[in-house]
């Protein structure tokens, strides 16, 4: 699903969802007193490279946590991830810090990220009740864009207080608590039979090209994502240059925040009678902030688009994964939802990459408009695939059955 997910992997499953609408403030490529910048700045570049090995590992991810149970494998994350924070805040607490030390535990950590997102539908699904699950779904997806709104803040002061070393040492320890967490709770695990890895992958990826509501949907998430990168690169040019300044930006991000966090109360509640079709189609509405800020709307506008769409997108993700928790069989659901992180994820670097290369060369209008006429066609057009109008709050069906081993 798309990503509401950011800096932290660990966020919401967005479009991915998890978890890329996180509000943020992009690096400046010059100083305040110099003005801001006349064209998207180079660092999107760094910000897509460690994206790439922890979306590739991410089927892998599904298998492990199918094979060996959620829990198992995402309290083992939560501990790696917690000693990589820790390395980093170590290191900078030192006062000087070694590039390789921080590369190696970026990386670390951005793996075991991408083996602990498959875990997060299957430890649904295996702690709480089919009837219970969209409840549930929204409450995570609610206390997540709740500490979306006041993260930044909070990390912000924990910075100047006490200075980012001991801030990634905090992060560390909320891995631990989190991981004492895991290990006191009870998750249901159905055993799988023990195949090959290709076998299994390839379980997993027949289950998804089984159903096209959920294929289809998946390749409109991803380019919702990559929109949704385009516009955290080139949208902060546009706010600072042509709609008023850096305080139109920080209150576009806030604006987001907020949406985020009462579309996932709103998903608490409603329950339309076709939640995929209605979940695509108000992921739609994305395009309204892109095309505004191509053409450099009047401010108020746009920051009530950017609401809106990401009220649609703290909607879409409680319903998304309460549907496919009761569409997929729970023995296949992390390999199934590794596809989604995959996809919907690995948008997100393209987008980051591109984007201000497209804006050098033709200016930041062209990839906005560009990025909104796709999401608008990807969303919307989704509402043409039979399965997509079909699909609604239904029991899981049987598992594909494997081809035999190839030895």
């Keep these: 699903m798309p990503s509401g997910s950011a800096p932290s992997v660990c966020s919401s499953s967005a479009v991915r969802c998890p978890p890329s609408a996180t509000p943020w ?32 590992c991410s089927p892998l991810g599904g298998v492990v946590a199918d094979r060996f149970a959620a829990r198992r494998v995402a309290l083992a ?22 590039l390789a030390h921080l590369a190696v535990a970026s990386a670390v950590g951005g793996v075991a990220s991408a083996f602990a997102m ?10 709480v009740d089919a009837a219970g699950r969209q409840r549930a779904n929204a409450l995570l997806g609610a206390t997540t864009n709740a500490s979306r709104l006041a993260g930044p803040a909070l990390a912000g002061l924990l910075v100047w207080t006490a200075g980012p070393g001991w801030a990634f040492v905090i992060d560390a320890a909320s891995f631990g ?9 009870q998750v249901r695990h159905v055993p799988v039979e023990r195949r090959s890895l290709r076998a299994d992958l390839v379980l997993g990826w027949r289950e998804v090209r089984a159903r096209d509501w959920y294929w289809s949907s998946l390749v409109a998430h991803a380019v919702w994502n990559g929109a ?13 240059t042509r709609l008023g300044g850096e305080g139109v930006w920080v209150l576009l991000q806030q604006a987001g925040a907020v949406g985020l966090l009462a579309g996932s109360l709103l998903a608490s509640r409603a329950r339309p009678r076709r939640p995929v079709l209605v979940g695509n189609l108000a992921l739609a509405t994305y395009a309204a902030p892109l095309l505004l800020l191509a053409v450099a709307a009047p401010a ?61 060369a033709w200016g930041a209008s062209t990839p906005l408009a560009v990025a909104g006429v796709l999401v608008l066609l990807a969303c919307a057009g989704t509402a043409a695939v ?22």
Excluded: K
């Excluded at 994350?77 to 070694?98: C, F, M, S």
């Design 300 to 360: 108020a506008l746009t920051v009530a688009a950017y609401c809106l769409a990401l009220s649609a997108l703290g909607f879409l993700n409680p319903v998304w994964e309460t549907v496919v928790q009761a569409r997929f069989p729970t023995e296949v659901l992390a390999r199934v939802t590794s596809y989604d992180w995959l996809m919907s994820l690995g948008a997100m670097p393209l987008g980051y990459a591109l984007a201000p290369l497209a804006a050098s």
């Design 77 to 98: 994350t939560d501990l790696i991830r917690g000693a990589a924070q820790l390395v980093v805040g170590v290191e900078l607490l030192g006062g000087a810090p070694t």
């Design 386 to 407: 039979p399965g997509v109008r079909r699909v609604g709050w239904t029991v899981a069906a049987a598992p594909a059955q494997p081809e035999p081993a190839r030895r």
């Design 118 to 127: 498959p875990t997060a539908s299957p430890l649904v699904a295996g702690v």
């Design 25 to 56: 403030s992009p690096p400046r490529s010059r100083s305040p007193c110099c003005g801001p910048p006349a064209r998207p700045p180079r660092w999107p570049w760094c910000s897509a490279a460690p994206w790439c090995p922890g979306c590739c």
């Design 177 to 185: 608590v989190s991981a004492a967490l895991l290990a006191a709770i």
């Design 228 to 240: 949704a990168a385009v516009l955290l690169t080139v949208g902060p040019a546009v706010a600072v």
